[in-house]
């Protein structure tokens, strides 16, 4: 499924997981979560969820994907952010989740069952968040950051199996109605080294 998103290198991505509904608003994507959509496996909750929406590509090695979104979502589990994708079992979601009331910049790492890794950011609610994940040789380095602020590191990650895709993505576990601004979707070079 193409998404209008011309001129990103995203134009030729497909769905995984069509949302309710896209739409182009100039150089932004704008998607409306389907309700109960997640990426989820069996840790502490006992359920597999594998349904969230994500728009994917090739992930080559020696490259980063930069995806920046709109911070206006409030409800408990809202996300949005990138994910990188082996398979159903071999994955990595990141960004920023609601949790009990206050976003929080995070990471899901899974192979065969998950695990989630949060800090709080309450300061970025109403802030553009952009999420860095650099693949470099058997490494996911991720950074996000609000506004033009200073990059923070997230997590370091075993790379999925298989050859990945990445892109976009954003969930609505627990509603319907849930409407993510990405700002911009790119695909440009990986961080040099992990430490400055």
């Not at 991505?13 to 990426?39: C, K, M, Q």
């Not at 496996?41 to 979104?69: I, K, M, N, Q, W």
Request: with cysteine; charged share 25%; proline share 7%.
């Amino acid at each position: 499924m193409r998404t209008g998103w011309a001129g990103t290198d995203w134009a030729e991505a497909h769905w995984l997981n069509p949302p309710v509904r896209t739409r182009a608003d100039g150089s932004e994507l704008i998607v409306e979560a389907r309700e109960s959509s997640d990426f989820w496996r069996v840790t502490a909750y006992g359920f597999v969820h594998d349904d969230g929406h994500a728009l994917l590509r090739p992930f080559p090695d020696g490259s980063a994907v930069e995806v920046t979104f709109k911070l206006d979502f409030d409800r408990q589990f809202d996300q949005a952010g990138v994910l990188v994708r082996g398979d159903e079992e071999h994955w990595v979601k990141t960004g920023v989740e609601v949790s009990d009331g206050v976003p929080q910049l995070g990471a899901v790492v899974t192979h065969g069952r998950s695990d989630w890794s949060v800090a709080p950011v309450p300061g970025w609610s109403g802030r553009d968040v952009t999420v860095r994940v650099s693949r470099a040789g058997d490494a996911l380095t991720v950074r996000a950051r609000s506004d033009a602020g200073s990059w923070q590191l997230v997590r370091v990650a075993p790379l999925p199996l298989g050859d990945p895709l990445a892109g976009p993505y954003c969930c609505a576990p627990t509603r319907a109605g849930l409407v993510v601004r990405f700002r911009s979707a790119v695909l440009t070079a990986a961080d040099a080294s992990l430490h400055p």
